[in-house]
């Protein structure tokens, strides 16, 4: 039963390759999934959450106000996400749009809350 491995400084060039060309691929993807997933949740934002927090309806706090966003930042993103999930006072759960994966809430809140820094 082999317990470990042995490597030639002669492959060394060859695994050296091998592992940049997936540095390489894996720093593609990363990207590309990076900008689409801010144009996903931009989309999510304008469809389920906007007409609430862009005009501050019901109590929503309006995207980018400093002071109505602090304490609820400063209570954390677990409060914050629980918010959005299961939904608060006027606000129902996942912005009234069950269908949203939790993943994607989540993400819709991290970019809310990013609009405050």
Same mark, same amino acid.
């Given at each position: 039963?082999?317990?470990?491995?042995?490597?030639?400084?002669?492959?060394?060039?060859?695994?050296?390759?091998?592992?940049?060309?997936?540095?390489?691929?894996?720093?593609?993807?990363?990207?590309?999934?990076?900008?689409?997933?801010?144009?996903? @949740? =931009?989309?999510?934002?304008? +469809?389920?959450?906007? /007409?609430?927090?862009?005009?501050?309806? !019901?109590?929503?706090? %309006?995207? *980018?106000?400093?002071?109505?966003?602090?304490?609820? @930042? =400063?209570?954390?993103?677990? +409060?914050?996400?629980? /918010?959005?999930?299961?939904?608060?006072? !006027?606000?129902?759960? %996942?912005? *009234?749009?069950?269908?949203?994966?939790?993943?994607?809430?989540?993400?819709?809140?991290?970019?809310?809350?990013?609009?405050?820094?």
């Amino acid at each position: 039963m082999p317990v470990g491995s042995l490597i030639l400084i002669s492959d060394l060039p060859k695994i050296t390759e091998t592992l940049e060309k997936r540095v390489d691929l894996v720093t593609a993807a990363v990207s590309v999934t990076t900008t689409e997933n801010i144009d996903k @949740i =931009q989309i999510i934002y304008t +469809a389920n959450c906007s /007409s609430c927090h862009t005009n501050g309806i !019901a109590g929503a706090p %309006k995207l *980018g106000d400093k002071l109505a966003w602090a304490s609820r @930042i =400063q209570s954390g993103k677990n +409060a914050l996400y629980k /918010s959005a999930l299961k939904g608060k006072n !006027a606000m129902p759960a %996942k912005g *009234g749009n069950i269908s949203l994966s939790d993943a994607d809430v989540m993400a819709t809140v991290d970019y809310m809350v990013s609009q405050f820094k």
